[in-house]
């Protein structure tokens, strides 16, 4: 690689692919990839994030913890900076430490997963692969997009949630060519669909939703915020928290007016005369009606009815965003939509029936014959132990405690050693004063870690690792239909490693090298993952080139493109429910379900039911009157590139969006700074007074880096600070972060 002469080349990434102009071994500008007809502007800001003052430019271990194991000082302590060799000897000693005198059931392996859109060099699969090789660790379950989801939705349809999400719904395609009435439970937001895992090149869905406007689809944004769908869509305002509410009551409407679906019920679904009572009242006196919604949603018994004859007299799709179950009882509005949807019996129908996810990420509706990825195998966990990933901080809190689980009582272990790479969970846990108290629990955290993140400078342990730009891996999606060699653009800044390098130093140290590398260096994994994916573009009849063709040539389009490829799973069920049906225990849709009601779970009973959470609009207090959601950033991928982000003029603390009665009540205008509090904590935000939002509520975008412990206030605007850290219910333990009730005055 010559670092001096001025070279462009394109690269990929969580939000596309891009061109990179390097020069004098820096990266000096990027450029938007020609294919793609809507490239994102978040690769603007890539010069200055890779070469920022915060990136960690050695290995640097915290002073007291060296000196005595001090946990105190995480967070505000300073750090030595040993030589390689000797931080690899001290952290492999530590290791050692902990599995022979605690078991590896002390060591929890923690990662997100979002770290570089790259194959081989995916942290997530390097750190659990390293762990599995010297004994396993504790594991977690599920995601903070989708953890609630991947717990309730196999109870219903019988399909694991990313196999119902990316392989069993309709393309936009389809939808465009059957759908009449678009009916999106919080919207499909154009910022969300630009990044998606592994990389998504065609940033197509803004498009789409131009075709749908041309054919005169109807298209409907519930939730509290305009911008949540596309412009030019309807917008139904609708409290946050109530969706389930809303759903019953256009549920009750069709069964009242004669428009239910009786047949695809008998057909298809189990458990309609279980929860029929409930719908009408029969069993609790409250009919779930029009009119016993409207205090709880905001939304006219008028306009519930008519939705819902247009719903039942149209193709219809119900899409629900992932943010809906990212709250307090967030299983119940999607299992209720699927209640809906089969009551409407346009399951299974192209164009309709019910979809969940489009618009949260970019690969959801693109349509393609699947080839899969490359995956670096992690061997297997000796450890039994898994806890619901938005579970860290319980578990940290509360070693021996006994939690419920989807049907299971399981005890939290006893973390004594936290290894980290990939991932800064002081951006996307919840209630993050109460996380910092809990990471101070264990005896040793270790992180793998470009930037000097908020987890980082919480860590005892810190190894400079690599951005995607400085090494070389492949940039392959199931989700999208290009392949990138993804080429060392510049050399590693600073003493940086990638993370193969680091765990094969540890490795090495504790006697499992080999067993780790197998005798391969990261160019003999790339070439030897590489020959899979051949093999298996072959099967499919896919003209996949090889390794040295891809280098050569740095990207290519794979003719995996279909003319409305079918979805088997729903279609065939429909067409012969007894010859092919749903993995459920009763094969059919579980409006009711035996399996949830035999858990006894009163904030998870056996068939939809509305449960109001703790925090939201209908429990609004004098002290806490406005209620929070923290959507996802719009200028990054979740707190990635926040260091450089936080020194564009004006862009820190972050925007809050207020209605404009609520600001006119508060003394607020758009710019004025405000402080944001709960009983939770403070943090700083810049008002954006707005008519776009629901009157009660207040948007604060998650990303911003939250500052050091012992802070009055965070100074940069993250919302977790102010989130309640509880569990969706016992069944699914999710994040409830958009179940939250805060304050704003102006500064």
């Given at each position: 690689m010559?670092d001096?002469?001025?070279q462009?080349r394109?690269?990929?990434?969580?939000?596309?692919?891009?061109?990179?102009?390097?020069?004098?071994?820096?990266?000096?500008?990027?450029?938007p990839?020609?294919?793609?007809?809507?490239?994102?502007?978040?690769?603007?800001?890539?010069?200055?994030?890779v070469?920022?003052?915060?990136?960690?430019?050695?290995p640097?271990?915290?002073?007291?913890?060296l000196a005595?194991?001090?946990?105190?000082?995480?967070?505000?302590?300073?750090y030595?900076?040993p030589p390689w060799?000797e931080?690899?000897?001290i952290a492999?000693q530590?290791?050692?430490?902990?599995?022979k005198?605690?078991?590896n059931?002390?060591i929890?392996?923690?990662?997100?997963?979002?770290?570089s859109?790259g194959?081989?060099?995916?942290?997530?699969?390097?750190?659990?692969?390293f762990?599995?090789c010297?004994?396993?660790?504790?594991?977690s379950?599920?995601?903070?997009?989708?953890?609630?989801a991947q717990?309730?939705?196999?109870?219903v349809?019988g399909?694991?949630?990313?196999?119902?999400?990316?392989?069993?719904?309709?393309?936009?395609?389809?939808?465009?060519?059957?759908?009449e009435?678009?009916?999106?439970f919080g919207g499909?937001n154009?910022?969300?669909?630009?990044?998606?895992m592994?990389?998504?090149?065609?940033?197509?869905?803004?498009?789409?939703?131009?075709?749908?406007?041309?054919t005169?689809?109807?298209r409907i944004?519930?939730g509290?915020?305009?911008s949540d769908?596309?412009?030019?869509?309807?917008?139904?305002?609708?409290?946050?928290?109530?969706?389930?509410?809303l759903?019953?009551?256009?549920?009750?409407?069709?069964e009242?007016?004669?428009?239910?679906?009786?047949?695809?019920?008998?057909?298809?679904?189990?458990?309609w005369?279980?929860?029929r009572?409930?719908?009408m009242?029969?069993?609790?006196?409250?009919?779930?009606?029009?009119?016993?919604?409207?205090?709880?949603?905001?939304?006219?018994?008028?306009?519930?009815?008519?939705?819902?004859?247009?719903m039942?007299?149209?193709?219809?799709?119900?899409?629900?965003a992932?943010?809906?179950?990212?709250?307090?009882?967030?299983?119940?509005?999607?299992?209720?939509?699927?209640?809906l949807?089969?009551m409407?019996?346009?399951?299974?129908?192209?164009?309709?029936?019910?979809?969940?996810?489009?618009?949260?990420?970019g690969?959801?509706?693109?349509?393609?014959?699947?080839i899969?990825?490359?995956?670096?195998?992690q061997g297997?966990?000796?450890?039994?132990?898994?806890?619901?990933?938005a579970?860290?901080?319980?578990m940290?809190?509360?070693?021996g405690?006994?939690?419920d689980?989807?049907?299971?009582?399981?005890l939290?272990p006893d973390?004594r050693?936290?290894y980290?790479?990939?991932?800064?969970?002081?951006?996307?846990?919840?209630?993050?004063n109460?996380l910092?108290?809990?990471?101070?629990r264990?005896?040793?955290?270790?992180v793998?870690?470009p930037?000097?993140?908020?987890?980082?400078?919480?860590?005892d342990?810190v190894?400079?690792?690599?951005?995607?730009?400085?090494r070389?891996?492949i940039?392959r999606?199931?989700?999208?239909?290009y392949?990138?060699?993804?080429?060392?653009?510049?050399?590693?800044?600073?003493?940086?490693?990638d993370?193969?390098a680091?765990?094969?130093?540890?490795?090495?140290?504790?006697?499992?090298?080999q067993?780790f590398?197998e005798?391969?260096d990261?160019?003999?994994?790339?070439?030897?993952?590489y020959?899979?994916?051949?093999?298996?573009g072959?099967?499919?009849g896919?003209?996949?080139?090889t390794?040295?063709?891809l280098?050569a040539?740095?990207?290519?389009?794979?003719?995996?493109?279909?003319?409305?490829q079918?979805?088997?799973?729903?279609?065939r069920?429909?067409?012969?429910?007894?010859?092919?049906?749903?993995?459920?225990?009763?094969?059919?849709?579980?409006?009711?379900?035996?399996?949830?009601?035999?858990?006894?779970?009163?904030?998870?009973?056996?068939?939809?039911?509305?449960?109001?959470?703790?925090?939201w609009?209908?429990?609004?207090?004098?002290?806490?009157?406005?209620h929070?959601?923290?959507p996802?950033?719009?200028?990054k991928?979740?707190?990635?590139?926040?260091?450089?982000?936080?020194?564009v003029?004006g862009?820190?603390?972050?925007?809050?969006?207020?209605?404009?009665?609520?600001?006119?009540?508060?003394?607020?205008?758009?710019g004025?700074?405000?402080?944001?509090?709960?009983?939770?904590?403070?943090v700083r935000?810049?008002a954006?007074?707005?008519g776009?939002?629901?009157?009660?509520?207040v948007a604060?975008?998650?990303g911003?880096w939250?500052?050091g412990?012992?802070?009055n206030?965070?100074?940069?605007g993250?919302p977790?600070?102010?989130t309640?850290d509880?569990?969706?219910?016992?069944?699914g333990?999710?994040t409830?972060?958009?179940?939250?009730?805060?304050?704003?005055?102006?500064?």
């Open positions: 010559d001096t002469a001025r462009t394109v690269t990929s990434s969580h939000w596309g692919a891009f061109e990179v102009v390097t020069e004098g071994g820096r990266i000096v500008e990027t450029r990839f020609a294919p793609d007809p809507a490239p994102p502007a978040i690769p603007a800001i890539l010069p200055a994030a070469h920022h003052a915060s990136r960690v430019a050695r640097s271990i915290r002073r007291a913890w005595s194991r001090d946990r105190s000082g995480r967070g505000d302590g300073d030595v900076t060799d931080a690899l000897d492999a530590e290791l050692d430490r902990v599995r005198t605690h078991g059931g002390a929890y392996g923690g990662s997100y997963g979002w770290a859109a194959r081989f060099h995916h942290a997530q699969g390097q750190v659990h692969r762990l599995n010297i004994g396993g660790y504790v594991a379950f599920g995601s903070y997009s989708t953890g609630c717990s309730i939705m196999p109870h349809f399909e694991n949630f990313l196999t119902l999400t990316y392989e069993v719904q309709d393309s936009y395609a389809t939808i465009a060519a059957h759908t009435t678009l009916v999106m499909i154009p910022k969300n669909f630009m990044v998606s592994g990389g998504i090149t065609e940033h197509q869905t803004a498009g789409w939703f131009d075709r749908f406007a041309q005169g689809m109807t944004n519930i509290p915020q305009r769908a596309p412009d030019g869509c309807d917008w139904l305002p609708c409290r946050p928290g109530s969706d389930t509410a759903m019953l009551a256009l549920a009750h409407v069709l009242e007016e004669g428009l239910t679906d009786h047949a695809f019920l008998d057909r298809y679904t189990t458990g005369d279980r929860f009572p409930y719908l009242g029969e069993d609790d006196g409250s009919p779930k009606s029009p009119e016993w919604a409207a205090p709880l949603t905001g939304v006219s018994p008028k306009k519930v009815r008519s939705l819902a004859r247009r039942a007299t149209t193709r219809t799709l119900i899409t629900v992932w943010s809906l179950q990212r709250q307090e009882h967030g299983e119940q509005p999607y299992w209720m939509s699927a209640t949807a089969a409407l019996g346009q399951i299974g129908l192209p164009g309709g029936g019910v979809g969940y996810g489009y618009g949260a990420i690969g959801i509706g693109k349509d393609f014959k699947p899969g990825g490359m995956t670096l195998p297997q966990n000796p450890v039994p132990d898994v806890i619901p990933v579970r860290v901080a319980d940290l809190l509360n070693p405690a006994p939690y689980f989807n049907g299971e009582r399981r939290y973390i050693l936290v980290w790479a990939g991932g800064n969970p002081f951006h996307h846990h919840q209630d993050l109460r910092h108290q809990a990471w101070l264990p005896e040793t955290i270790i793998n870690e930037w000097w993140t908020p987890t980082a400078q919480r860590a342990i190894f400079p690792a690599t951005t995607p730009y400085e070389e891996d940039g999606s199931p989700l999208d239909d392949l990138f060699h993804m080429p060392q653009l510049i050399p590693p800044v600073g003493e940086a490693r993370d193969y680091i765990f094969s130093g540890l490795a090495d140290r504790l006697g499992v090298g067993t590398t005798g391969r990261p160019a003999a994994w790339i070439a030897h993952l020959a899979g994916l051949m093999d298996r072959r099967a499919a896919i003209d996949v080139p390794l040295d063709e280098r040539r740095n990207w290519v389009k794979l003719e995996l493109a279909t003319d409305e079918p979805k088997p799973i729903l279609r069920f429909r067409a012969d429910p007894t010859g092919a049906p749903l993995k459920t225990p009763s094969g059919k849709i579980e409006i009711f379900s035996e399996r949830i009601d035999s858990f006894g779970y009163p904030d998870c009973p056996g068939h939809p039911v509305w449960l109001p959470p703790t925090e609009p209908g429990a609004a207090t004098q002290a806490t009157p406005l929070l959601v923290s996802q950033p719009g200028d991928l979740h707190s990635q590139l926040e260091a450089a982000l936080a020194d003029d862009a820190r603390p972050e925007t809050i969006l207020l209605h404009e009665q609520d600001a006119n009540q508060r003394g607020i205008a758009s004025d700074l405000v402080r944001v509090f709960n009983a939770r904590g403070a935000a810049r954006r007074v707005t776009d939002i629901v009157q009660g509520v604060l975008p998650t911003a939250v500052g412990p012992g802070q206030m965070d100074a940069n993250n977790n600070v102010l309640r509880v569990g969706t219910s016992r069944l333990q999710g409830s972060a958009h179940s939250a009730l805060v304050e704003v005055e102006r500064l």
